[in-house]
């Protein structure tokens, strides 16, 4: 599902049937990218978690407060995990706000960057018979068996790295970069429209957090996969940009 990064420019499928086989799978720029988002989703996890110390409490609507009903209270996180590790939000929202942009502009280069190679329409597009109920059972199946790749076609993406990468590209990371813009009040102000599109302030935050934890679990299920696929092979990969193929379990 999530053992190989989203990789544009991977070689062809054509070259590296072979197991054992070192193929040539991530361009210098796909890693710059990759790292650079390690680097800020930490950055941006560790000072998010600082913020939501600051007021543990989600709402929905336009207001809430602390004498307001709230429909989620997160716990308290320590600070060992928080950036900065003592309470300060306002050094916590200089932090968040400055990776977040550092964030949003290398997603829209890497977006731009693969409609124009073709990466989004050859290797993310998902077709019919990839969803189809066996389809998917069958992916899974193997997934179980620790068998991430089609021995014919081992650089290819399978159906749910597809549908991961989909939805955290296309649905979670646009989330909360429009919904933290909507918690900018110099945004509101020149947009308004944003407050009205997610339906308040607090709809917003709410939605904001419940979409980055979507890609807190996506990280950790990448993570997961990233090690069982073979770390050393992985992050190799993701180093120098060459991928040994790996013999069929």
């Not at 210098?28 to 950055?43: E, M």
């Not at 904001?208 to 299920?221: D, K, P, Q």
Request: charged share 15%; glycine share 6%.
């Amino acid at each position: 599902m999530a053992e190989a990064s989203l990789e544009s420019g991977s070689a062809p499928a054509e070259a590296d049937g072979a197991s054992g086989r070192a193929v040539y799978r991530h361009r210098v720029p796909t890693r710059l990218w990759h790292w650079i988002n390690v680097l800020a989703v930490f950055v941006m996890i560790g000072s998010g978690l600082m913020i939501s110390n600051a007021h543990p409490h989600l709402y929905w609507g336009e207001y809430g407060a602390n004498y307001d009903p709230s429909w989620l209270d997160p716990p308290r996180f320590p600070g060992w995990i928080t950036i900065p590790s003592d309470y300060n939000l306002a050094m916590a929202r200089r932090w968040h706000l400055t990776f977040a942009l550092l964030f949003a502009f290398n997603l829209l280069v890497f977006m731009i960057w693969s409609a124009i190679n073709g990466h989004i329409a050859r290797d993310l597009r998902i077709r019919l018979a990839e969803v189809r109920p066996a389809h998917l059972w069958s992916d899974v199946k193997a997934h179980l068996r620790l068998r991430f790749h089609d021995p014919d076609r081992p650089t290819a993406y399978n159906i749910l790295q597809k549908l991961s990468y989909v939805g955290v590209i296309f649905v979670a990371l646009p989330l909360l970069i429009m919904t933290g813009l909507t918690l900018s009040p110099a945004m509101d102000a020149a947009w308004p429209w944003l407050l009205d599109l997610f339906g308040g302030r607090q709809s917003a935050r709410s939605i904001h957090f419940i979409a980055c934890w979507l890609v807190m679990a996506f990280i950790v299920v990448h993570v997961l996969l990233v090690v069982l696929a073979g770390p050393v092979n992985e992050i190799r990969s993701m180093i120098t940009g060459r991928w040994r193929v790996p013999h069929e379990r």
